[in-house]
């Protein structure tokens, strides 16, 4: 079997942001899908990469992931790693093992060494963007709650994403935990995300004020750019801390985990692939470190791809899943996977167990984004809260 076309397709799920899948076809009639991370005004830019990765690969097996893998790192790329070609790489990868299992007859999760769990448990996110204030934050956690879910996950911070933050701001993040703390009660797990906005100092401070709130994790406290910022962070914060959303490689982790930097990881499924998730878990294992995937990708593809991994590594904790992409991924899919109560079932049927309506994807073209400067003229560093003009 020979690899004869790969191709990559922008979507736009109605909000949030454009999704970038791709779809590889074989010369026996089997095809598969996977899916590149992006974000908003670098979507063209992964989808080239994805055009350039092509010729590299069509005419080889498309069982040969791990040599196609490194051909890729040493030839395209030539030993220089970025977000955007290992993201364009995982779209691909991804695809490969679809089509591995369909050949096989098995869900991908048993050519990863089979099962460690029957099922996925998943957090909400996505819900809390735009929120204007606590009232109507509350009054979402509350929404997500109903749906069935007892973990969800949102930054509390409003503002800039900047080092150094102000007493006020850090006063709206921690009455923020605390209003949705009381408003869904001790039973609901609390995933507080930084965004890597502050200062180690500033991440001690913040995560002391919300203790009595008992957050799940602290996640991304500091820039993971210069892992000792975290370490230091680590040291004085008494919640799990996470890190790794902007790490790629199994060459990434080695000072997080030498370091002991985090408590649990979260790389991104649709930036490391699959192959690569597995390899930096089985890293993390020795070291006792979770890994609880990042994934803000559809809830198809980039979704399935995720609890295939995680179902094959003994030190998952929990997966992450964006609501705001859900109603545009089912619009567009043929078949894909069940949720409910926030949790997933493991597919049964051979490759990813999910596909695509191509008819119904051509109905969901991308949609440019205009980008802006995110602040003007005094903005920059005021000590307000920015206002909806200044963005």
């Not at 964006?322 to 545009?328: A, I, M, Q, R, S």
Request: charged letters at 25%.
């Amino acid at each position: 079997m020979k690899i004869t076309s790969i191709k990559p397709y922008l979507f736009f799920p109605g909000q949030a942001k454009n999704l970038c899948l791709c779809r590889v076809d074989t010369d026996e009639g089997l095809y598969g899908w996977g899916e590149a991370y992006v974000v908003q005004g670098k979507e063209k830019a992964v989808e080239t990469y994805i055009e350039a990765m092509a010729p590299y690969l069509i005419g080889r097996s498309p069982f040969d992931i791990k040599h196609s893998a490194t051909a890729m790192f040493d030839d395209f790329a030539i030993r220089r790693s970025s977000c955007d070609f290992y993201a364009a790489w995982s779209a691909i990868e991804i695809a490969l093992w679809d089509i591995a299992g369909k050949a096989c007859g098995q869900p991908v999760y048993n050519l990863l060494g089979g099962r460690c769990r029957e099922k996925i448990r998943v957090y909400a996110n996505g819900w809390w963007g735009g929120a204007q204030n606590i009232d109507e934050l509350v009054e979402r956690a509350l929404a997500v709650k109903a749906q069935g879910f007892t973990a969800m996950k949102w930054d509390p911070f409003k503002g800039y994403w900047r080092t150094y933050i102000t007493k006020q701001q850090e006063d709206y993040a921690v009455n923020s935990v605390k209003a949705i703390r009381e408003a869904v009660g001790p039973d609901v797990d609390l995933l507080v995300e930084v965004h890597r906005r502050l200062s180690p100092w500033h991440a001690i401070h913040f995560s002391q004020r919300i203790e009595e709130f008992n957050p799940f994790w602290i996640e991304e406290p500091c820039l993971a750019d210069n892992i000792d910022l975290v370490v230091e962070a680590k040291k004085g914060i008494k919640a799990p801390v996470v890190t790794g959303e902007t790490l790629y490689s199994k060459y990434d982790f080695i000072p997080v985990f030498e370091k002991r930097a985090a408590d649990i990881i979260n790389p991104d499924i649709c930036v490391s692939g699959i192959q690569g998730m597995m390899e930096i878990a089985s890293m993390a294992d020795p070291y006792n470190i979770l890994v609880s995937p990042h994934n803000f990708n559809s809830n198809l593809v980039g979704l399935a791809a995720m609890v295939h991994m995680s179902v094959a590594i003994p030190n998952f904790l929990i997966g992450e899943m964006f609501l705001t992409v859900d109603e545009g991924s089912t619009a567009i899919a043929s078949e894909r996977l069940a949720i409910k109560d926030g949790f997933i079932d493991l597919p049964t049927k051979p490759g990813l167990g999910i596909d695509v309506d191509m008819d119904a994807l051509a109905k969901h073209p991308y949609k440019y984004f205009e980008r802006k400067f995110p602040f003007k003229g005094a903005a920059m560093y005021s000590d307000e809260f920015p206002r909806k003009e200044d963005y």
